[in-house]
């Protein structure tokens, strides 16, 4: 059996785990960094099946400073990405984010206005009337109101995974095809990653960033999480009927679209859909649960028609919805979790790869305090959920 050592092994090669392997590198070039991916090509990865929205509009102040921190990270994604003086292309897109509620919510969104301003957003709150000035397709007799971010918007999910990978990769990160299939753990700590090959990386700490797929990892060395994969559609749809340029809509009931090209990327996810790696697509689902939500908000989709069905899977943290980040406190101290997002790993993944690497490297978070998305939550059984629109 080979070995190699590293300094840190990070299992899974999406985005929020080669953004680990980024700013392990950025931050100190010595550190020998390996990301192990079984299947580089991405073909069921949930990176690429994204939605690729960027957004600041969150209830709690970690996921507002994660964003606050990811989206100039996007924004200047050319220039911290390029390689040998080639620029990426991710198509960032400033369309801005607005999420819509009934008069039941709007207290709750008006809350999460104040505390989105309050931490430096640039965002709007909207009545229904001025929403209905500003978008006149909408319908609008049944809400309360609603909050505009016209500085969010969104990215394409596969240029940025493949810019992100080829920038690690460029900055001396070894990028290894295979999948790990075991942990060894000695004197309470992890020592090394087995691979199916046989290959054994020694590892000095291990980053759980295998999404959907973390469970899997944490079996290796006993531990229990919530995170289980959940199946979710991303659909492509036109309109026969022209509408005002939207931004990237949200509601309460999980309505999520923006627009793509000459029509429409979005779907409505279920929290109802039986945990599993699922990926076959429900051809029917559009027809049955995305079309009447959409021709209810906007009379003009009662004219649309679905042209693509892509499946995904979400990391679905089913404690509370928001991901776990940090060491497995109490446990096993150098095993550290970045998996749990549930729908959101994309749009931190900058942020959350920085907050690893400060842990790793520095042995404390510097620019963003995430401490109450650590492990403890999980252990006591005290949700930190999101309030009002995921």
Known sequence: MTETEFD???????????????????????????????????????????SGGVR???????????????????????????????????GFRRGGYLFIVPPAAVETLRRNFERQRAMGANVHFLTPAALGDKFPSMVVDDLGGAVHSPDDGWLDP??????????????????????????????????????????????????????????????????????????????????????????????????????????????????????????????????????PALAHRFPQFERTRCKATLPGLYDQNDLDANPIIGPWSGHCENFYMAAGFSGHGLMHAPGTGRAIAELILRGRFETIDLTRLGWARIERGEPYAEEGIL
Not at 60 to 80: D, K
Request: charge should be neutral; proline fraction near 6%.
């Open 158 to 291: 596969h240029a940025t995974l493949m810019a992100l990978r080829r920038k690690a990769g460029a900055l001396g990160a070894s990028l290894v095809k295979g999948e790990a299939v075991g942990i060894e753990v000695a004197g309470g700590l992890v020592r090394r990653v087995r691979l199916a090959d046989g290959a054994a990386l020694a590892a000095g700490a291990v980053v759980n960033a295998a999404g959907a797929w973390a469970q899997r990892v944490c079996d290796m060395i006993g531990m229990k999480t919530p995170i289980t994969p959940l199946r979710r559609f991303e659909h492509y749809f036109e309109c026969e009927e022209p509408i005002e340029a939207l931004p990237y809509l949200k509601d309460v009931n999980r309505l999520a679209f923006r627009p793509e090209g000459r029509g429409y990327s979005g779907g409505v996810p279920t929290l109802a859909e039986p945990r599993g790696f699922n990926l076959e697509a429900d051809l029917d689902y559009f027809e049955r649960v995305v079309w």
């Open 56 to 90: 600041r509009l969150f209830a709690r102040p970690e996921n507002i400073a994660l964003s606050n921190f990811g989206i100039p990270v996007f924004e200047n994604f050319a220039t911290l990405m390029a390689v040998d003086g080639e620029q990426p292309d991710i």
């Open 8 to 50: 840190v092994v990070v299992i899974g090669g999406g985005a929020v785990g080669m953004a680990c392997a980024y700013y392990l590198r950025c931050m100190d070039p010595a550190c020998r960094v390996a990301v192990v991916e079984r299947d580089p090509a991405y073909r069921e990865a949930s990176t690429p099946r994204a």
